[in-house]
C-alpha cells in the first residue's frame, strides 16, 4: 500500500475545505493571544479527524463505490488496499484524534465521540434522505465549535455559530455540484441527494440557495468583526461564490471540478485571513 493510495483514500487534499474554519474557531477564542502548543495540536486533531471520517465513509460506502464507475480506482475499490488495512487506517486515526483531544482538553475529549458518531451516520445519511448534504456540512461545521472549544472550553458566542452555520451551507451548497455526475447511478441504487430528488435544476437551484444564505451569514459576521478588512476580504468570497455557479455546465464534467475544488479551495483560507487579522490587531 502506497503513500498515495492512503492521501487518496482520506483525501488529504480536502482539509483545504474544514482546516480553515476549525481554525477560525480558534482564532475567535483567542482573543487576541498566540496559542501556539494548542495550534499545533488542533492541527492534529482536525487532520486525523478528517482521515477518520473520510475511513469510515469509505468503508460504509464500499458496497456502492465498487459498481459506480467514476471511483473504480479508488484504492479500496481497485485493491491497492485490502479491507484490513482499510480498518487498521481507520482505528489508528480515530485513536490519533482521541489521543489529540485529550491534550486540548477534557471537555473536547469528552465530546470527541459524539464526533465520530456523525462520522459514521453521514455515509449512512444518503440512504435516509435528500438532505444528507445540510448533515456533511454540519458534520464538517462542528469543527468551527471544536476548534473554538479547544481554547476555550465554555459556551461560545454567537459568531461561533454564525460560522458553523455559513460553514454548513457552504459545504452543502457545494457538494449538490459534487454529486452531480452521479446522478443517474445514484438514482439506479436509489440513493439519495436534492439533483435525485428535484432533478439537476431544482438542486442547482437548492445549492443556488445554500449559497445565497452562506453569503449572508459571513455579511452578518461583519457586522460582528466590524473590521474593514474582514469587509474588503468579504468582496473575493462572495466573488468565488458566485464564480463556481456561473461556470458549471452540467455536460462538461471540468467545469463540475473547477466550480468544486478551485474555486472552494481559496474560500475558507481568505476567511481565516480575514478572522486573524480582525483578532489579532
Not at 483525501?11 to 474554519?21: C, G, Y
Not at 499545533?40 to 463505490?65: C, E, K, P, Q
Not at 486515526?93 to 465521540?113: A, D, H, K, Q, R
Not at 443556488?208 to 452562506?214: A, R, S
Request: net charge positive.
Amino acid at each position: 500500500m502506497k503513500v498515495r493510495d492512503i492521501t487518496e483514500f482520506i483525501k488529504l487534499e480536502h482539509t483545504v475545505f474544514d482546516l480553515p474554519f476549525v481554525y477560525a474557531g480558534a482564532i475567535i477564542a483567542s482573543g487576541g493571544t498566540y496559542y501556539i502548543l494548542k495550534y499545533i495540536i488542533i492541527l492534529i486533531t482536525a487532520t486525523s479527524a478528517r482521515g477518520a471520517g473520510m475511513s469510515i465513509n469509505r468503508i460504509l460506502g464500499l458496497r456502492y463505490d465498487r459498481i459506480n464507475p467514476r471511483k473504480k480506482d479508488w484504492a479500496l475499490v481497485a485493491g491497492r488496499m485490502r479491507m484490513r488495512d482499510a480498518y487498521i487506517l481507520a482505528g489508528s486515526l480515530i485513536g490519533l484524534f482521541e489521543i489529540s483531544t485529550y491534550f486540548l482538553n477534557m471537555t473536547v475529549f469528552e465530546l470527541s465521540p459524539i464526533v465520530i458518531l456523525f462520522f459514521i451516520a453521514d455515509p449512512l445519511m444518503k440512504r435516509i434522505t435528500c438532505w444528507r448534504h445540510l448533515f456533511m456540512g454540519f458534520t464538517i461545521g462542528l469543527g468551527v465549535l471544536g476548534g473554538f472549544l479547544a481554547i476555550t472550553p465554555v459556551y461560545p458566542p454567537l459568531i461561533i455559530y454564525l460560522v458553523v452555520l455559513a460553514s454548513t451551507f457552504w459545504i452543502a451548497g457545494f457538494d449538490i455540484i459534487y454529486t452531480i455526475p452521479d446522478m443517474d447511478y445514484d438514482r439506479k441504487n436509489n440513493l439519495k441527494t436534492l439533483n435525485v430528488k428535484f432533478g439537476l435544476k431544482g438542486g442547482l437551484t437548492i445549492s443556488n440557495l445554500f449559497h445565497v444564505f452562506t453569503m449572508a451569514l459571513f455579511i452578518c459576521i461583519a457586522l460582528i468583526v466590524k473590521n474593514v478588512y474582514y469587509d474588503i476580504l468579504l468582496v473575493p468570497i462572495i466573488g468565488l461564490i458566485i464564480y463556481q455557479h456561473i461556470i458549471i455546465n452540467p455536460s462538461n464534467l471540468k467545469t463540475i471540478r473547477v466550480s468544486f475544488f478551485n474555486a472552494n479551495s481559496f474560500i475558507g483560507i481568505i476567511f481565516l485571513v480575514g478572522m486573524i487579522i480582525s483578532f489579532y490587531k
